[in-house]
């Protein structure tokens, strides 16, 4: 294949013709029952808004650190709903979006930011462990795949970049990736070792029972409205009454941020994902992939996908929609379209699988900032550490980033908050129909960098150069 196809086929169409329209690391009976939601007034010392991974990391270490401190977790749908329980459960070490972001971003830091996210991935493993928690965690790292001769030597150079920052990393060549990984769609790869890949909804759901075990309270079903500054204390208002906090954390993700202030610094951009039946012994053997390393190629558009720990494949990625006005309705999470072209192009990396069943085809949300890393604003006096802004590498980076907003909200002066990525802020997006005219724009421009072999024209290089980028 020269190409990626850019238009469905009847082919594709039929494939995700009679799949389940749900995430499917939440369409399982082990699902648990919604808490209780919230009725009446509260107070709590620790108010943390939004059951994700950021929220829950930042509730479970909130715990651990000061087991007297009252935490009350609001949800304002089921813990996982959002990001956390629809994306690939790929848990990178990676702080900053990637080496090459880090690098063009963070040059002066760099080496202790990745530092920190190795020291943070081996937290994430030992934590699991010592709570209990059973996330399906395999460490078994990640292939960034060339899928064509012209993303050969960008793969290479990516290699010999990461050697010189001493990140472990090893370069294969067609037949050596090959070997790995057998598709007629990998021309060479890199290995990163410091991956993880687990299941999301396991590790949404044991991080929950792990704090409630540690005395931290959570209701679902429950909606923080607006916040309030209030005779030294932080009011948060639900449809039902309020919660009067000493500090808040603010971990909303790509739900439309409470505070004003962050809305002009993230867009919601939609991603779509599927997941095949569980492969029969034959289909296993026929694509190899036996090290079970997630996968993600090159291109600016890019698809990522894993193997399960029953053996499914879930593949998704390629395009970022973005919808005029920020729009949140949850009907974008089900697009036809997207899952008939991820159909297709799954079987353009895995011609062995022709019939296989997709059982689950969603989308969702992702929290998007110009500088694709994720970002803190401290505001209301320093009561209140909102962080969001990950852009689709947020497995891993929330327990940095709840680490992070516990320290600033109890003004401690650390690694991490004297970092400049903790100290500053993305570049914001402009109004609308700026926005939607800029976004709009860089799509079609990636799409074109691809078709021309990698090189991108004036308008990529302009946004490069102003450091106003969108990930796709």
């Known amino acids: 294949m020269s190409a990626w196809l850019e238009t469905p086929t009847p082919r594709g169409v039929a494939m995700v013709s009679g799949a389940t329209r749900a995430p499917y690391w939440l369409d399982r009976p082990e699902r648990p029952d919604a808490r209780p939601g919230l009725d009446g007034d509260t107070d709590t010392d620790l108010l943390i808004v ?13 715990a651990e650190e000061n087991p007297d401190r009252r935490i009350l977790l609001v949800e304002g749908a089921r813990i996982a709903d959002g990001a956390s329980g629809r994306n690939g459960g790929f848990c990178s070490a990676s702080l900053t979006h990637g080496l090459a972001n880090g690098v063009a971003r963070y040059r002066d830091e760099l080496p202790t930011l990745l530092r920190l996210g190795v020291e943070t991935l081996d937290d994430i493993e030992s934590t699991l462990g010592r709570l209990g928690v059973d996330a399906a965690a395999e460490r078994v790292g990640e292939l960034d795949i060339a899928n ?24 294969y060549d067609r037949a050596e990736a090959r070997a790995r990984v057998n598709s007629p769609m990998v021309a060479a790869a890199a290995h990163d070792p410091n991956v993880m890949m687990v299941d999301p909804g396991k590790l949404a759901w044991g ?9 931290v309270r959570i209701v679902e079903n429950t909606e923080i409205v607006s916040l309030r500054r209030r005779k030294g204390s932080i009011c948060a208002r639900t449809a039902t009454g309020t919660v009067t906090a000493d500090r808040v954390v603010v971990a909303t993700a790509a739900a439309r941020p409470l505070l004003r202030r962050n809305r002009w610094a993230m867009v919601p951009v939609w991603d779509y994902v599927l997941m095949t039946e569980p492969l029969t012994a ?3 053997a026929a694509i190899g992939w036996s090290g079970r390393e997630g996968l993600a190629d090159s291109g600016s558009r890019f698809h990522y996908f894993r193997v399960t720990a029953d053996d499914r494949i879930l ?8 919808h005029y ?25 895995f011609p062995q699988l022709e019939g296989i069943g997709i059982s689950h085809a969603w989308g969702g949300a992702i929290d998007t900032c110009s500088r694709f890393s994720a970002f803190w604003d401290t505001s209301m006096g320093g009561r209140v550490v909102s962080v969001l802004g990950f852009t689709g ?37 402009p109004p609308e129909p700026l926005r939607w005219i800029g976004i709009t724009i860089t799509r079609k421009e990636f799409a074109r960098s691809d078709r021309r072999k990698g090189r991108r024209g004036l308008w990529l290089r302009a ?5 106003l980028g969108f990930d796709s």
Do not use: C, K, N
Request: avoid cysteine; hydrophobic fraction near 45%.
């Open 50 to 62: 939004g059951g994700g991974f950021t929220g829950l990391w930042a509730a479970v270490q909130a």
């Open 148 to 171: 064509f001769d012209w993303q050969v030597d960008d793969v290479r150079e990516h290699v010999t970049e990461a050697l010189l920052y001493d990140q472990p990393a090893t370069f």
């Open 207 to 215: 991080l929950a029972d792990a704090a409630e075990r540690l005395g």
């Open 282 to 284: 034959q289909q296993r």
């Open 315 to 322: 593949f998704g990625g390629w395009d970022a929609v973005y």
């Open 325 to 349: 006005g920020s729009d949140h309705d949850p009907r974008h999470a089900y697009d036809d379209h997207e899952f008939a072209l991820l159909a297709e192009h799954l079987l353009q990396m």
């Open 393 to 429: 590498l947020g497995v891993g980076a929330a327990h940095f980033g709840a680490r992070t907003a516990l320290d600033l909200l109890d003004g401690r002066d650390t690694e991490r908050t004297r970092s400049a990525m903790v100290r500053s802020r993305p570049i914001p997006f």
């Open 463 to 467: 946004m490069d150069a102003v450091g």
